[in-house]
């Protein structure tokens, strides 16, 4: 079951505010990534992120369960009941 998500954005992206709106008032933990940033990168690097947005979902181990690159990718996992009740 996921718990939390990190999604990986920049500033300039256009595609990322529609994905922060639509997990707005998701009952998940959630790490904002700035990809932008030297720290984003490396993180970015770490996990293998290559564009934004990219949100990556972990279930409450910490493992990596889904990974979503667009809103209807991001609406598809949330929606999922098997992985998702919020």
Do not use: H, Q
């Not at 970015?44 to 990718?73: Q, Y």
């Amino acid at each position: 079951m996921i718990k939390k998500y990190m999604l990986f954005y920049t500033p300039m992206c256009p595609k990322c505010p529609k994905i922060k709106e639509f997990m707005a008032d998701k009952k998940l933990e959630k790490e904002w990534v700035d990809a932008a940033t030297k720290d984003g990168l490396e993180k970015a690097r770490e996990l293998k992120v290559s564009s934004v947005p990219t949100m990556i979902f972990f279930d409450k181990d910490g493992k990596e369960v889904a990974r979503a690159t667009t809103i209807e990718e991001v609406k598809r996992v949330i929606e999922n009941k098997s992985l998702c009740d919020v």
